[in-house]
């Protein structure tokens, strides 16, 4: 009886020893995960060597948490039933990303991102071809680390991207954002599949919400190493990420 006693009291305290073990790991998705550290750097509310130590971070954390080999590496337009000949500009010439700097959040110099337009002439919110909302779809395998949805024309001032996306992308250690957006279909932590809807297309932001300003998707791409900013134009137009090829 005593030895009984014993091995069930052992195995109480590893198990108490593991639940602590578990607790103290902070997983991308609490409360202080990656979502509170972007709205931090979007609101301003970090400085600057904070922000550089939490980048390095979470590019390692990332890195460990979501393993390559669980996601695929397929590439898909994000927006759709459209194309990269929807960009902005000829030839994807609206990626500027002279004096982008993530830690700047909402501030930020640049435009480092492919605004994709779409058939809106009335500004409805629906393709003029088909007459219905426009899907905004994941461009790759990963994970939702951030969403935001509350954005309304009297709500925040000065918030240019209105409602957005964030996905990290383990097969291209990048995340992707997806901006302008009307209705969220998915969560912070959720798995997503490349090509999967994620959104409808909106007007929601500071400018993008303007009458002179024409219905668009601003899509953005950064490293997760630095938060530096990729050009989306070619990865897009070829449907790979760069120095893949099709062989």
């Known amino acids: 009886m005593r030895t009984y006693l014993f091995y069930v009291l ?21 409360k202080d995960g990656w979502e509170s550290f972007e709205r931090r ?14 980048v390095s971070a979470w590019a390692d954390r990332l890195r460990v948490r979501y393993p390559e080999d669980e996601f695929e590496r397929g590439i898909f337009f994000p927006l759709k039933g459209y194309s990269f000949k929807d960009c902005g500009g000829r030839n994807g010439e609206g990626y500027q990303p002279k004096g982008y700097f993530f830690l700047d959040g909402n501030r930020h110099k640049g435009h480092p991102a492919q605004d994709i337009f779409i058939f809106d002439r009335n500004k409805d919110l629906l393709d003029d071809n088909t007459g219905r909302p426009v899907d905004v779809i ?5 994970v939702v680390l951030s969403t935001y949805g509350s954005w309304t024309a009297k709500g925040i001032e000065g918030l240019r991207g209105g409602n957005y996306i964030w996905i990290y992308h383990p097969q291209f250690r990048a995340f992707s954002c997806y901006a302008h957006l009307r209705d969220i279909v998915v969560h912070t932590g ?18 993008a919400f303007l009458s002179s300003s024409p219905t ?15 050009n989306p134009y070619p990865i897009l137009k070829e449907g790979l990420w760069e120095g893949d090829t099709d062989n």
């Open 10 to 30: 052992i195995g109480l305290a590893l198990g108490c020893v593991m639940d602590m073990s578990a607790n103290t790991e902070t997983p991308a998705m609490d």
């Open 41 to 54: 750097v979007r609101d301003g509310s970090i400085n600057r060597r904070e922000g550089e130590a939490a």
């Open 138 to 142: 994941a461009m790759a395998d990963g």
């Open 190 to 207: 959720q798995r997503v599949k490349g090509g999967e809807k994620i959104a409808t297309l909106g007007r929601s932001g500071e400018r």
């Open 216 to 230: 668009h998707l601003h899509f953005v791409i950064l490293k997760s190493e630095g938060m530096s900013p990729i």
